[in-house]
Structure formats: C-alpha cells, structure tokens
Nanobody, 118 residues
Framework: QVQVTESGGGLVQPGGSLRLSCIVS????????MGWYRQAPGKQRERVAI???????SFSASVRGRFAISRDNTKNAAYLQMNSLRPEDTAVYYC????????????WGQGTQVTVSS
C-alpha cells in the first residue's frame, strides 16, 4: 500500500509564491514518476507537472515558466515550487505517484488547498 501526504498550501496574494511538499510511503520506488494535479471548484482535476525518476520534467501550458517540480529520492519526496501565482491557480493540489502523460497514477493523498486572493 502507498500513502501520499501533501503539505504547504495556504492563502497567498497574487504574484506570491508557495512551495508544496509531498511524501510517499509504502511500496514506491525512486524510479517512478511523481506528478502534481490540481482541482478547482466546479472543474475537472488537471495535471500540473510531472517529474520522472531521472529528473525530466513536464508542465501544463498554464503553469510553464512559473512553476517548478523537483524531487528528493532519498526521502521519497516531491516538491512543487509555485511562483507568480494567479487567482486562477486557486485549487486543491494533489500529489500523484506514478503519474504519466497519459494517465494519473493509482494513489492520491488528501490534497492541500492553495488560495490566491488579495
């Protein structure tokens, strides 16, 4: 079984920054992809970013150039650095181990709320 725990969300003003953290425990390997998704009220969950086990990254068009994804394989951890935040970035953010460009992975955490508002 895999457990996923996200943290780091909060309220931030437009233009501000936040860093989200994700810890994965259980049967998970450092070679697996790690992904971040988000879901805004009334909208479908969307993929934000993915990082492979070797560190290659992919971003959605809406966050490219503003967000960065990283990982620490020694801690089974992934991070999402979010800069130049906009009100439309407001959502619950989820870490998703095993995510690919074609489909999300099997396991999800409870998510962490990010609210961008003045």
């Amino acid at each position: 079984q895999v457990q996923v725990t996200e943290s780091g969300g909060g309220l931030v003003q437009p233009g501000g920054s936040l860093r989200l953290s994700c810890i994965v425990s259980g049967s998970f390997f450092s070679t697996h992809n790690m992904g971040w998704y988000r879901q805004a009220p009334g909208k479908q969950r969307e993929r934000v970013a993915i990082i492979t086990g070797s560190g290659a990254t992919s971003f959605s068009a809406s966050v490219r150039g503003r967000f960065a994804i990283s990982r620490d394989n020694t801690k089974n951890a992934a991070y999402l650095q979010m800069n130049s935040l906009r009100p439309e970035d407001t959502a619950v953010y989820y870490c998703n181990p095993g995510a690919t460009l074609l489909a999300p992975g099997e396991f999800w955490g409870q998510g962490t709320q990010v609210t961008v508002s003045s």
